[in-house]
Structure formats: structure tokens, C-alpha cells
């Protein structure tokens, strides 16, 4: 069974970093893509980044240059590197995992098979 779990948030202030980490089990990811996804009160889940092949990556436009996403296949985990964080990435953050190698609808959260519990991540003033 497939499980995923993710760690890291918290509260910070608006400017400051923080790290969300994804420990993976119950299957090989090394072929899946694995994402971020996050959800703030009152929005739709949305897509913020995913990478496979290990070094191909993808991120929402609204967090391009400021987040970054890296796994580690041996360990099976994936963290997303958040800097630069605004009161807009406040949000219920959700680690993702995909099957397979294509990257058809990669921002779509109905095309991923796997979920988290999701962590809150908050942003203040």
C-alpha cells in the first residue's frame, strides 16, 4: 500500500523560506512523477511543481523562481524548497504521485494517483 507523508510546514513570515519534505513508500517511484500540489481556504487544489526523470521539472508559473522541487529516488522522497514566500502561498500543501513517465495534463490533480494528508503551510505579515 502506497503511502505518503509529508513534513516541514509551519508559520513564517512573509519573505522567509521554508522546506516540505515527502517520504514515500510502498512502491518504486523511480518512474513515476512526483509533485506539489496546495489548497487554500475556499480554492480549488492547484498544481505547483513536478519533476521525474529525477532532473525534468515543471512549476506553476506563480512560483517559478522562488520554489524549487529535487527527489531523491534511492531514499524516495521529494522536497520543495520554498523561498521568497508570500501571503498568496499560504495554503494546505499536498505531496502527489503519478504513474508513469508522461507528462500529459501534469498540472491536472486528476491525473495523480497518489496523495498525502497534506501540511499547512502559513504565510504572515
Known amino acids: 500500500q502506497v503511502h505518503l507523508v509529508e513534513s516541514g510546514g509551519g508559520l513564517v513570515q512573509a519573505g522567509g523560506s521554508l522546506k516540505l519534505a515527502c517520504a514515500a513508500s510502498?512502491?518504486?517511484?523511480?518512474?513515476?512523477?512526483m509533485g506539489w500540489f496546495r489548497q487554500a481556504p475556499g480554492k480549488e487544489r492547484e498544481f505547483v511543481a513536478a519533476i521525474w526523470n529525477s532532473l525534468d521539472t515543471s512549476y506553476a508559473a506563480s512560483v517559478k523562481g522562488r520554489f524549487a522541487i529535487s527527489r531523491d529516488n534511492a531514499k524516495n522522497t521529494v522536497d520543495l524548497r520554498m523561498n521568497s514566500l508570500e501571503l498568496e502561498d499560504t495554503a494546505v500543501y499536498y505531496c502527489?504521485?503519478?504513474?508513469?513517465?508522461?507528462?500529459?495534463?501534469?498540472?491536472?490533480?486528476?491525473?495523480?494517483?497518489?496523495w498525502g494528508q497534506g501540511i499547512q503551510v502559513t504565510v504572515s505579515s
Open positions: 502527489a504521485v503519478r504513474h508513469g513517465g508522461s507528462t500529459l495534463r501534469i498540472y491536472d490533480f486528476n491525473t495523480y494517483n497518489y
Open positions: 510502498g512502491r518504486t517511484f523511480t518512474n513515476d512523477i
